[in-house]
């Protein structure tokens, strides 16, 4: 039996994010004093006396307005409260109870749901102030004071969710997921990609730069295997990015690059390869992830029998400093390949992770250093004792010599072909650390 799901629904700026990251134990909903920093559903565990159930944040309602992006947000958070076992509402002692309250109340008692109302920023210790007896008028029932700054009556509100919730069938301990952090430019498909393979519009689409802001992780069982997607924020250059929430949006997606094991760079197939691209995908580079790069957009290129390989020799060319990185054409819009990307994820995975015995290897050292000699220098040459694995996501090898001055980048990077064409390692970096006999240290 899945966890059980309670959401987190309210009016903008009560302080729901706050609340949830409290519950949840993490700053993993982005926190912020201006209305309409939530957007999309944002999920995250929680433990409450041995029981274990999903949490899930919401962005703000306003009920009476119908376009633009709080309809979205709207719609997000109609589609949590549909899929929730139990609701909480939370509302703010400081502004009393407003219309834009009694409308959310009305629309959670349609639904049918258990509803517990959670009463925030009660920030003072003692007797509870008289204006919280107001907020009996929506009409849901006992109240829960709770100040989701300090911590105080989360634990009476977790209770009283408890009480709503079927714990009979805990979860068992699922099998390791493969993350996968789908990371580019801002407006390249990030999330309608992610949209698409959900089969549901978890994610806000619009053609507005910056609408997802949190790094949202979706699990997601299909044939292919079990994922976990994270839609990021898109990646921006420093002087573009504005404001504060823009900040700690890029640091959420920085933060899923570091916590995935495979990153699918999305790049806009109508705009081609800018200079932007190179960095984000360097970042994933540089943090040792394995690495596609997913041309997004294809259907809307005129093509004709040539088009798919020029595009690829170009992209070649710009992504050079990872080179090992597969290039995929897809349509996030038609779903086109999109079967193919998660072969592909499955088997840059499971390069990332290979393991080399250190007999083959050494092997393949022999060969290597016959065919082409170790650098010299002033009558000194190069000698490589031995090689070893010592560690994967990414593969490192540990190469011991006599001189670690003597070891020139031109040979390490032959020698690392020499593995790639060796054992593959399609799709991931590979490291390669020079110790010199004895001394310990590393280079």
Same mark, same amino acid.
Not at 141 to 170: K, N, Q
Not at 208 to 227: L, M, Y
Not at 263 to 290: M, N, P, R, W
């Given at each position: 039996?899945?966890?059980?799901?309670?959401?987190?629904i309210?009016?903008?700026?009560?302080?729901k994010?706050?609340?949830?990251?409290?519950?949840?134990?993490?700053?993993? !909903?982005?926190?912020?004093?201006?209305? $309409?920093?939530t957007? %999309?559903?944002?999920?995250?565990?929680?433990?409450?006396?041995?029981?274990?159930?999903?949490? /899930?944040?919401?962005?703000?309602?306003?009920?009476?307005? %119908?376009? $633009?992006?709080?309809?979205?947000?709207?719609?997000? !958070?109609?589609?949590?409260?549909?899929?929730? &076992? *139990?609701?909480?509402?939370? *509302?703010?002692l400081?502004?009393?109870?407003?219309?834009?309250?009694?409308?959310?109340?009305?629309?959670?008692?349609?639904?049918?749901?258990?509803?517990?109302?959670?009463?925030?920023?009660?920030?003072k210790?003692?007797?509870?102030?008289?204006?919280?007896?107001?907020?009996?008028?929506?009409?849901?029932?006992?109240?829960?004071?709770?100040?989701?700054?300090?911590?105080? $009556?989360?634990?009476?509100?977790?209770?009283?969710?408890?009480?709503?919730?079927?714990?009979?069938?805990?979860?068992?301990?699922?099998? &390791?997921?493969?993350? @996968?952090?789908?990371?580019g430019?801002?407006?390249?498909?990030?999330?309608?990609?992610?949209?698409?393979?959900?089969? #549901?519009?978890?994610?806000?689409?619009?053609?507005?730069?910056?609408?997802?802001?949190?790094?949202?992780?979706?699990?997601?069982?299909?044939? +292919?295997?079990?994922?976990?997607?994270?839609?990021?924020?898109?990646?921006?250059?420093?002087g573009?990015?504005?404001?504060? /929430?823009?900040?700690?949006s /890029?640091?959420?997606?920085?933060?899923?690059?570091?916590?995935?094991?495979?990153?699918?760079?999305?790049?806009?197939?109508?705009?081609?390869?800018?200079?932007?691209?190179?960095?984000? !995908?360097? =970042?994933?580079?540089?943090?040792?992830?394995a690495?596609?790069?997913?041309?997004?957009?294809?259907?809307?290129?005129?093509?004709?029998?040539?088009?798919? %390989?020029?595009?690829?020799?170009?992209?070649?060319?710009?992504?050079?400093?990872?080179?090992?990185?597969?290039?995929? +054409?897809?349509?996030?819009?038609? $779903?086109?390949?999109? %079967?193919?990307?998660? #072969?592909?994820?499955?088997? @840059?995975?499971?390069?990332?992770?290979?393991?080399?015995?250190?007999?083959?290897?050494? #092997?393949?050292?022999?060969?290597?250093? !016959?065919?082409?000699?170790?650098?010299?220098d002033k009558?000194?040459?190069?000698?490589?004792? =031995?090689?070893?694995?010592?560690?994967?996501?990414?593969?490192?090898? /540990? *190469?011991?010599?006599?001189?670690?001055?003597?070891?020139?980048?031109? =040979?390490?990077? =032959?020698?690392?072909?020499?593995?790639?064409?060796?054992?593959?390692?399609?799709?991931?970096?590979?490291?390669?650390?020079?110790?010199?006999?004895?001394?310990?240290?590393?280079?």
């Amino acid at each position: 039996m899945a966890k059980p799901i309670v959401a987190v629904i309210g009016r903008p700026n009560v302080g729901k994010s706050t609340l949830f990251n409290k519950l949840i134990g993490q700053r993993l !909903a982005i926190v912020e004093d201006t209305p $309409g920093v939530t957007r %999309d559903r944002i999920f995250g565990d929680c433990e409450w006396r041995g029981h274990k159930m999903l949490l /899930v944040d919401t962005g703000g309602i306003e009920p009476s307005i %119908d376009d $633009g992006l709080l309809a979205h947000m709207r719609q997000q !958070a109609q589609l949590a409260i549909d899929s929730a &076992d *139990c609701i909480i509402m939370v *509302c703010d002692l400081n502004s009393g109870v407003t219309p834009q309250d009694q409308d959310v109340a009305a629309l959670l008692m349609r639904s049918g749901k258990p509803v517990v109302l959670a009463v925030n920023k009660c920030d003072k210790v003692g007797e509870p102030p008289m204006e919280l007896y107001d907020f009996y008028s929506l009409g849901l029932g006992e109240l829960i004071p709770v100040s989701s700054i300090h911590g105080h $009556g989360t634990g009476d509100l977790l209770d009283a969710v408890c009480e709503h919730l079927d714990f009979s069938g805990e979860e068992n301990p699922e099998e &390791d997921r493969i993350s @996968v952090a789908v990371i580019g430019r801002p407006n390249v498909g990030k999330s309608s990609l992610v949209n698409y393979i959900l089969g #549901e519009d978890r994610m806000i689409v619009a053609n507005e730069a910056g609408t997802t802001r949190d790094a949202i992780d979706s699990p997601i069982d299909n044939a +292919f295997g079990k994922f976990i997607f994270t839609d990021t924020a898109g990646l921006r250059k420093k002087g573009k990015v504005e404001s504060g /929430v823009e900040r700690f949006s /890029v640091l959420r997606s920085l933060a899923a690059v570091e916590r995935s094991t495979v990153c699918v760079i999305l790049i806009d197939a109508t705009e081609g390869f800018t200079e932007q691209d190179s960095k984000v !995908a360097g =970042y994933a580079h540089e943090q040792g992830k394995a690495c596609i790069i997913a041309v997004n957009k294809w259907d809307l290129v005129e093509k004709d029998g040539r088009t798919m %390989d020029s595009y690829r020799k170009k992209l070649q060319d710009d992504f050079s400093f990872m080179s090992y990185a597969p290039i995929l +054409f897809i349509s996030a819009k038609t $779903g086109q390949r999109v %079967d193919k990307l998660f #072969e592909m994820i499955r088997y @840059v995975d499971e390069q990332n992770a290979l393991r080399v015995p250190t007999g083959v290897l050494n #092997e393949l050292l022999a060969r290597a250093t !016959a065919r082409v000699q170790p650098p010299s220098d002033k009558g000194r040459r190069l000698k490589i004792f =031995y090689m070893t694995q010592a560690s994967t996501r990414p593969p490192t090898f /540990v *190469c011991f010599v006599n001189r670690k001055d003597l070891f020139h980048f031109s =040979y390490q990077r =032959y020698l690392e072909n020499q593995i790639r064409e060796t054992f593959g390692l399609e799709g991931t970096p590979v490291r390669i650390v020079v110790r010199e006999r004895g001394d310990g240290s590393t280079r």
